[in-house]
């Protein structure tokens, strides 16, 4: 070998090596833009838990349509082309409605006791305040505007329909089970579980972190942080609750995208739900820390 020949052989290795430092210095530089506490998430949150061991408070809104890979791409491509076409009473019978009647009332039982709130038009409007109708009225041909006639509901149920902002011009049977059809792939299948209940206000609502004390697990409306220097308006809502001893298992793993990690919540009704939280390792730990004493698989390290 010559010696111009390893002259270019430690250039090579120099930068090589070079390569290799720098990748280093910018893991670590991410790695420490990463790491976060949620103690301002906790301070605002622990007066709505009073007489509860604030545990932990998440960070970034968990998202429900990340499923698996094969049922997300199936769930999608069946929900675009077909749930809109679909007559409402072959949706009850692909979910296994016998009466929507009944089976409305029997989605309101579990929001009624997860959500700890008595459905009062009160309360829903204050929940569902500042959110404007999903649906406004059809209208017609122009200058032949339709009028249409909101459907008649009893106190609770409109109080249900603004909770979730339903529309109030289709019947509440047909848009729940349009609901449960998209996210088949996502949950058990029955919004009338403790799952399903979870999952409608997923679905409704956007910035909803869970929280978990050393009794409940919390799903909360708060909105995400604020950017640093401008001042913290958000004020945190406990949207939906569970007591723990009702949750019988969380399995848990690294997802492949770097801050994406799935989580599957079993609850003792024999319902799940598969969500996905958009957070750090840092907030992931914090949380898998938080529902230790739950069973379930643990990601590796």
Same mark, same amino acid.
């Given at each position: 070998m010559t010696s111009g020949d390893r002259g270019r052989l430690g250039r090579l290795a120099d930068a090589v090596l070079g390569g290799a430092r720098a990748a280093r210095d910018k893991a670590r530089e991410l790695r420490d833009e990463f790491r976060t506490s949620d103690e301002p998430e906790r301070a605002l949150v622990a007066p709505l838990v009073a007489g509860q061991e604030l545990r932990y408070v998440g960070l970034a809104p968990v998202r429900t349509p990340e499923t698996h890979r094969?049922?997300?791409q199936l769930a999608d491509r069946m929900g675009d082309e077909l749930a809109d076409a679909l007559d409402p009473r072959a949706l009850?019978?692909?979910l296994n409605i016998v009466n929507p009647v009944v089976w409305v009332d029997a989605v309101m039982t579990p929001? /009624? &006791?997860?959500a700890g709130v008595l459905l009062l038009p009160g309360k829903a409007a204050a929940v569902a305040?500042?959110?404007?109708?999903?649906e406004a009225p059809e209208t017609g041909p122009p200058h032949q505007p339709t009028q249409r006639e909101p459907l008649p509901l009893t106190e609770e149920q409109e109080a249900f329909r603004a909770l979730? /902002? &339903?529309s109030r011009y289709r019947p509440l049977a047909d848009q729940l089970a349009e609901i449960a059809y998209r996210r088949r792939y996502v949950f058990s299948g029955d919004l009338a579980s403790l799952a399903g209940s979870l999952l409608l206000f997923l679905d409704r609502y956007t910035g909803t972190p869970l929280a978990v004390t050393d009794t409940h697990l919390h799903l909360l409306r708060m909105g995400r942080r604020p950017d640093e220097g401008r001042p913290d308006r958000r004020q945190p809502r406990v949207l939906w609750s569970v007591e723990r001893?009702?949750?019988t298992r969380i399995d848990s793993e690294h997802g492949a995208r770097l801050v994406h990690f799935p989580s599957t919540i079993a609850f003792d009704d024999g319902s799940w739900i598969r969500i996905v939280n958009p957070a750090t390792r840092d907030d992931q730990s914090r949380f898998l820390a938080a529902v230790r004493e739950i069973p379930g698989k643990?990601?590796?390290p």
């Open positions: 094969a049922g997300s009850f019978g692909l929001v /009624r &006791l997860a305040a500042g959110v404007p109708e999903e979730f /902002r &339903l001893r009702r949750v643990r990601p590796t």
